[in-house]
């Protein structure tokens, strides 16, 4: 393993020595007009040649040769300062900006430069602030940064008021979501409706659907990125909103003279607080809740150390009168250390523990009894960042995982019922990692971003694996192997290689290819559309093989009118390997062998995005258009037939725009289109007994019709009063406005009418439209 | 407990329904076979063709089959066509428990075989009819319960039928059936599903066993009549036929066991 990554370091910085010149550091560091460190400022040279992002503390390190420069920093919300600089030696320069309310009114800024989409390495990601949604429509007047997640390119929506992600052909557990680096194992409130995200306590998110970076692994089809804002600038200040499903409260600040900083922010629905005026007792019984709590604290030691900790909890809760309750929850926690060993070398040392969990309980009478399931994840990670030149940024590491797999727990709950406990074993993991990249300028047009990631999964014990005469769908258990506590099951390997050129045509545009590989070592064992709160995890084993994916891309990159526009267009070809799909009608819950209820196959997927956005001016916003296919074809499925896979869509249009009427007064719109999704639906029927059963086709070969809606907000902010610190602003939005002309069917059922005793086909939907209000404020 | 997670999830998602015009393209027509025998009874055999799934009419049984019935003694009868049921009936050979049969169904040219275990019933103690006391959400009903110890070493598997007066209750898609799993074995009291029944009126209940096939097909078909369409839950599929070369068939050998009481006021 030495002698391994060796030669992959000497590699990486051999291409350099032959052309290394005299080159020096100017470093610094960007703090606003009260002190506080600025964190994604971009500091530049003046021909945009050169940039870097201030990391978490405000400081910079840019690498530049011999010369006379011109330094300009920008931040959004701030004033653009510059400075002019000779490079002759190690420089240090630190910058002060001012907050320019017109710009900030104005102008959007991520955190980037404004040309990095054509600029950079990097293919197939996107990010979305908070500040570039806040005006847009949203279902129940709640800001859902990933169903704005949803509308770019490349990715595919279940259904109306659905957080589940289909990035390029992937399913929905093949996303790596991550809330400041710790993993989110179910990222919905309400089955879906809503994810777990507060808009208030969010900065950013962004989604890579290509060229992950090699810090992060263990998903075949994305990662969202998602990063909780950081206190401050102010000494106190507090925001929140007032909805008709829920509110929120946002409190943050700094303390210690601006050298730490902490924002708190809590969200809750409160559907079942109007029950309570209910004079029915039962009724007064019911729950019907989320909530959601996000806490940060930054702190800066001193100039080479810093140190945030980050902590996400939610939970969902419904509870029927004496009937059932159920409820489900994510928890995470980061500690993130940053050091700073030289000019050229950082290092970040991460904790991360997440865990989900699910439960589900009838208290009363003979049939009382509680499940529970879940995941558990502790993992440490160190990323080093070394810079030795202008023309390199290396980044490697390694990181552990260890996990914790609960299938489920069934017991009774009073000593009447009539059930017994079965206990599906827990399952364990341990997964390494080792991964380096360097990001390479060959020369002023051509640059790489390459990488490898080399992962190892354990599958431990204690456990039972159970043997089989042949295929397990269709064989009989010969006998099973116990393993002890530790004793490792399985041993599996991946290598993960990744490459992205990109070459600069003009000043405006740019051509980018891109390879990577991946492997997802962790399945969720789902056999519907959209991921629901009791599916549990697995590790791979000797039956679920690990999943991999080859991905291909090609884009052109073009920005118009001084980084007004940014368009690009990108096609991307996809092949999986040990893909899964179940057999029809499967059993899965409570399974202790879940293998008999799978096969194995491949899938592919293949498509082209095509992106237009607008980030200056009155209008802003974005119109994505994917043109797609996903397939899978899978022994012992169909007939071994190639099908559709459930979320294929071939086409998947959305336009999105805010348009600022007046200083106070802003529109946003949204529309969206996609070709209907494949589903299975009887053509004839038959009858046994006295119901009526169905004759099926093919898997998904029935397309939904299509979906098409438009979603309209306004948002009117009070008018600003001289020494007055309240801000208020008022959000009215309608979801689906002519929902009531056209339906957007989730599915569509065959049934017997259990009245009329009529066959009929029913499409289920969302209702629709939906007018929701909501008052936002901060002070 | 599977009906109580997809139900769970179903709340929100059943909110809106529309009846819809659609027309999926037209497949291959099915053979439809349903043989059901019954412990000291003659079997009783229906073949059809599937029809289009929004016929209003079932499919009529067909009489060119030729059926024959054998059991793992050496005996076989060929069954009689009934042009009045419209359906084929043993003659002599009768179901018992423990005893494998073996369904040869020959139609227009194909040949049909099923073979199935006529499963031992462990019998129930009894029925109960309680009256279950008015809520917010539902009105005062009767509602049955039934008592039984059963063993749980062993898989079993059960279906009911429950009847008020000789009037069969299950709704066009209402499949009760049970397996033993995850029971302690007292069953002290347990709601099957009947629960409309009025004082004066005679309870019944039948208890049928079943085999883990005929189980699966019947978990398939509940699963096909209550389906949310795979938005939440596994998508609806084809029944694990019993017969092979792709005839859908059905075939019940089971153990029967039936039970009644009167509804009295409480």
New interface residues.
Partial sequence: MKSLIYICFVFFIGANFAQAQKEYIVSGKVNDTTGLPLIGAIIRISDGSVGVASDEDGDFKMPLKEGDYTLIVEYFGYKVEQKDIRVNNNVSISFILEEDSQIANEVVITGKAPDENVTSTKMGSTEITVDEIKTLPALFGEVDIVKNIQTLPGVQV??DGNTGLYVRGGGADQNLILVDEAPVYNASH??G?FSIFNADAIQSAELYKAGIPSQYGGRLSSMLDVRLREGGPKKFSAKGGIGIIASRLTLEGTFNQGKGSYIFSGRRSYADLFLLLSS?P??RKNKLYFYDLNGKINYQFNKNNSLYISSYYGKDK?KF?GL?G?GWGNATFTANWNHLFSDKLFLNTIYTHSEYSFD?S?SQ???A?R?GSGIKENSVKQVYQYVPSIRHHIHFGWSVSQRLYDPGK?E?SNP?????S?KIPNNHSLEGALFVSNKQKLSEKLSLDYGLRLNMFNNMGAGTVYNYSGDPTNSTTIDSTVYKKNQIINTFWGLEPRIAARYIVNDKSSVKLGYNRNYQYIHQIS????P???DVWTPSNNYFKPEAVNQYSAGYYRNLKDNTYETSVEGYYKNYSNSID?I???????NPQIETQVHIGKAWSYGAEFYLKKKKGRLTGWISYTLSWSYKKIDGINDGKKYFA?YDRRHSLNVIASYKISERVTFGGQFVFGTGRP???????????????????E?N??RL?SYHRLDLSLTIDQRKKEGRRWEGSWSISIYNIYGFLH?N??????????DS???????????APIPSITYNFKF | ??Q??IF??SI???????????K???????V?I?GYLYTDSIIKVRI?????????I??PGLGTAVITLSDNHGNSEVLTWNPVNKIYKGNALLGVVNDTYTLKVEFEGKTYVASSLLPYLEHADTIKIIKKPK???QDEKYEMKLYATIS?STDFYYLFKGYADNR?L??????YYADN???????????IGYDEYKVGEVAKLELYSLTEAAY?FY???S???N??????????????SMFDKGA?G?FQCSDIQVLTTTVLAQ
């Fill in positions: 279940a259904g309400l089955f409706i029915d039962e009724i419904f009168g059932f159920l589900l009838i009478g003979v049939q009894f499940f069934f009774p009447n019922s009539i059930f017994s079965n056999n519907s559309l959209t629901v709160p009791f179940y029809d009608n499967a059993s899965l819950l409570l459930g589903i299975g639906l009887p053509y004839g029927g038959y009858q046994i007994d006295n119901f009526w059963l169905g004759v099926y086709p898997r070969s029935f019709p339906i069917p989730w599915t569509v059922v065959a049934q017997t009418n259990k005793g009529q066959k009929e086909y029913v499409a289920i939907y969302f209702p | 407990m599977k109580l997670l769970a999830c929100l998602l059943f909110s809106c329904q529309k009846v819809i015009d659609i999926p393209k037209d497949g291959e027509v099915k439809i349903q059809a063709k599937s029809t289009n799934y929004l016929s209003p079932s499919p809520t917010t959400i749980t069969f299950n709704g066009p898609n209402d499949i799993k995850n029971l302690n074995g007292n069953l002290n009291g347990i709601d699966k978990d398939a078909a699963l096909q009549l389906n949310d369409g795979g938005f939440f839950s596994t998508p609806p599929a084809n029944v694990p859908i059905l």
